[in-house]
């Protein structure tokens, strides 16, 4: 097939442009790289089954450009604002990057008769629940922020365009991402501030912000195993890796990886990082379990091989 | 205070604006006229406490002049695309005059510090649901209309932005809104057509779409008694009048009350009236009858009510 991946130099975007390559799909890049770079999609370029656009995906125009041109069978759509600490004191870079880009791919959708779409979720869009189990089924979602708010506007959006259009979108709702080409949160500030000091450590909140992280090669295999749905209408799973880290817990694997002993750790205080951010929440992943999908690594073991990868890279 | 009534020359909104400032509010009108009309509101003008702005509410620049000259205390947003049908063949309408005008008052009053809102939201969130009964904790809300992802949207909107900026936000989903000053819709368009054609009448659909029809006065009643939640975040509830009326009673009852007899009904077929549309469903309005509302037509009544209103405003 020939997939259009939008945001596809970004984070995720890229390594799964990487899986879809491999398994010899043609792949059309379109990215405005406001947070996507060149270096993350560069060795892809001498690819002949691989295109690349730059362009704004909140811009009609721009996009329906690519959809002439290059006529896909396929969107995978990860365009957003993934910098969610910083859109807490800009809430429009949510309605254009995330919310917009979603309602313009899929007016190109409907106006090219494209039929099959990914959209990337996310855990933020069911708020802050305390010790409610999150699975599909959880009522009374309500994002504290930004983000959680355009990201559930936007599955608003996929139940009503596949409803009349007859479209087949699979919807995962993903927790915190990390692996190879992040380039930002928790880990990669401890570790940048640990390479400026490493006797101290600051810590945003009480450090037992607790929360599952899923490594990005687990989050890309499932979505090569269940990108056909098979179904018009909306499939939905919460996708997450076992168990969940501390933000303590994060500082301390960073460094062990780091060989760094005694660190004191300087607590700024407060339930959670930042206000938006939900402290701890349980996630259920049932549903994708009992599909047959299980992530290779645990949160911890994620966390930790983000760390490895990191301290190599540089 | 000093309310803005955003969609203040519409329907429900002239209808508010009536009830605030019979309370002795003073009350600033926003409309852009696409759907409202001056003869709504041409009898409050003359009223002191009566301000009137052509603005459009999804262009920022044009509401934050309002803001910055009224300074409100409280909004009411009552401006969207209210007819559901037409937008069925262009989701840009719901994006712009539904999704976008939400954002934009909430950026408005982050802004400015206001921190009171009352939103209209609607039955259509839920999607078709077939039998399920509709409460507040209805779990997996899933629009089929590009009407229902805009407001489903609009209140993901409204839990973000009260929580990050301790806003207090009322929200009330009702169904078929119906009184004085109706513009469209089923009742709206049979007088109509049995003007034209005393004999016969195309009926969309097989007939049988059942619904729970309000009267305006009931619903702005419940806007005034709960208008003030002393509560910030989001207090929700589904208000709607006792029991359903179906396509053909709301037929029989234009008949009985245009003293029409022998009128032949030619149904077009099928579930529903038009692609989106939810056929029939199950309201519950439990919660709010357990606060202390009720409305005073049932569903029926509320039809007969406005044949009656429509019929002798000519």
Known sequence: MKALVVGGAGFIGSHLCDALLQENHE???????????????????PNERFALYEADASVYEELDEVFVKEKPDYVFHLAANSDIQASASKPEVEYKNTYTTTFQILSCMRNHSVKKIFFASTSAVYG????????????????????GAAKLGSEALLNAFS???????????FPNVIGPRLTHGVIFDFIGKLRADAMHLQILGNGKQTKPYIYVSDLIDAIMQFKNTGMTGITLYNVSAEGATSVTAIADIICDEMKLENVDYEYTGGEGGWKGDVPRFKYCADKIHAAGWKAKYTSDEAVRQTVIDNINRE
């Open 128 to 147: 802050d629940k305390k010790d409610t189990v999150l699975d599909e089924n959880t009522p009374n979602l309500s994002p504290i922020s930004y983000y």
């Open 27 to 45: 792949v059309v890049c379109v990215d405005n790289f406001s947070l996507g770079t060149t270096a993350n999609i560069s060795h892809l370029t």
């Open 163 to 173: 409803y009349m259009n007859n479209m087949e979108v699979l919807v995962f709702r």
